[in-house]
């Protein structure tokens, strides 16, 4: 077996969104994460909302892009045409 090939093992903290951190040992010295113990609704016997990051929103936006994309694409393409077309 190889030696020194394995990462470091260090002391770290989880950081959730809410503000809970919890200690633990990882490769990494900070993880964050969008949804803790503290803050899921399984855990809190609450509904609510988790949009992490605004990924809602960055899906709205990428879709309205696809859309303007295509309808350019539709008019090139029956501009294309009607030169072909004469």
Same mark, same amino acid.
Request: aromatic residues 6%; charged residues 30%.
């Given at each position: ?7 470091? %093992?260090? /002391? $770290?903290? =989880? &950081? ?5 951190? =919890? ?5 990494? /010295?900070? #993880?964050? =994460? ?8 399984? %855990?809190? @016997?609450?509904?609510?909302?988790? /949009?992490?990051? @605004? &990924?809602? /929103? *960055?899906?709205?936006?990428? #879709?309205? *892009? ?7 694409? $539709?008019?090139?393409? *029956?501009?294309? &045409? $009607?030169? *072909?077309?004469?």
């Amino acid at each position: 077996m190889k030696t020194d090939i394995h990462p470091e %093992y260090i /002391d $770290a903290e =989880i &950081r959730c969104a809410c503000g809970n951190v =919890i200690k633990t040992k990882s490769t990494k /010295d900070t #993880l964050i =994460i969008g949804v803790c113990n503290e803050c899921h609704p399984f %855990y809190t @016997g609450q509904q609510k909302f988790v /949009d992490t990051a @605004g &990924r809602v /929103d *960055k899906f709205q936006q990428r #879709l309205a *892009k696809t859309k303007q994309a295509q309808q350019k694409a $539709a008019e090139f393409k *029956k501009v294309q &045409r $009607a030169k *072909k077309n004469g």
